[in-house]
């Protein structure tokens, strides 16, 4: 059977990852002028390149879905909030983009059940799932029967240890932990970094009672990393960011994916997408260069759309 000329067109567009103004109007079966005109409203996503309009397909698919007829009677009024586990990116972006978006950090288990209660717009979570050892799958979450769940790389970060500058016990590996007086700060039971550590004591062959803990879980990475400047604590696991934002020395120990979990009518929000493009600025790459421990190059990625 011959293939017709929409047939054609549409197999174009699903080869490039970017559409033109006259492309984007044709697939969406537009008149360009109203494509223009959304533009000028910020309804739709698009970028400027050398003064040319550009429409990222996938984002443009992501639009479409978003304004389905059938979801218009379910939406509901969500706070615009920034809910789960702390990161100094994340909180330094949200702030400089102007975004109006708010932050509540109480960790990544936290930030999912808000997401769920309708609570938070936005989770910022890196749990790992020790069964696949893989990050922020749906099911281990519990989000697999969320409707239009979107899941957007944050960035790829650095873990390991916090210690005091000069790391007096010389401290080297988690099996040094277990050494007689050194104090080990942790964070609440469902937060990530608590879900990180599990896993690596395991990896290791360490059990827990073999350590000694501080009285008090830290509730977010600069409460861990503060206990440990102050000495009520000799160790603990962190990010990079959160040891050079308190002059503590820094052993790694890991790579993890941070990642932004929401709906998908969320992501087109205009505080969300201010996010969104400011963190593809320069000053956003100098920024995570500067805290040390980031990687950004699938920052903005989609990497779960269900």
């Not at 443009?60 to 978003?66: E, K, R």
């Not at 789960?84 to 702030?95: F, H, I, K, T």
């Not at 749990?127 to 990050?135: C, K």
């Not at 509730?219 to 959160?242: C, F, R």
Request: hydrophobic share 40%; net charge neutral.
């Amino acid at each position: 059977m011959a293939t017709t000329a929409r047939e054609g067109f549409v197999a174009m567009v699903e080869r490039h990852a970017y559409l033109t103004t006259a492309e984007v109007a044709d697939y969406l079966r537009l008149k360009e002028r109203k494509v223009y005109d959304l533009v000028s409203q910020g309804q739709i996503p698009c970028s400027r390149v050398t003064g040319k309009l550009l429409f990222p397909r996938q984002q443009i698919d992501l639009w479409v879905l978003s304004h389905l007829e059938g979801d218009q009677a379910q939406r509901l009024s969500v706070p615009l909030v920034v809910a789960g586990s702390q990161d100094p990116l994340l909180e330094w972006a949200v702030r400089e983009s102007g975004s109006d978006l708010a932050m509540l950090c109480q960790g990544s288990g936290d930030g999912v059940r808000r997401l769920l209660d309708g609570k938070a717009m936005v989770a910022g979570i890196h749990l790992l799932d020790p069964a696949t050892e893989r990050y922020n799958e749906p099911n281990a979450l519990g989000l697999s029967g969320m409707r239009d769940l979107l899941i957007v790389r944050w960035a790829t970060r650095r873990q390991g240890l916090l210690v005091p500058t000069g790391n007096p016990l010389k401290i080297k590996t988690l099996n040094d932990l277990k050494r007689l007086k050194v104090r080990v700060a942790h964070r609440q039971p469902d937060a990530g970094a608590a879900h990180l550590l599990g896993f690596l004591l395991q990896q290791a062959g360490i059990d827990r009672s073999a350590l000694t803990w501080a009285p008090h879980a830290s509730l977010s990475e600069d409460d861990l990393a503060l206990s440990i400047g102050q000495g009520e604590a000799d160790a603990g696991l962190g990010v990079e960011a959160a040891s050079h934002r308190q002059q503590l020395a820094f052993i790694p120990l890991h790579e993890e994916s941070f990642d932004l979990v929401m709906q998908r009518r969320s992501y087109f929000e205009p505080a969300v997408q201010r996010l969104m493009a400011f963190a593809h600025q320069a000053r956003f790459t100098e920024r995570a260069a500067q805290l040390g421990g980031y990687d950004i190059a699938e920052t903005g990625k989609i990497v779960y759309n269900a």
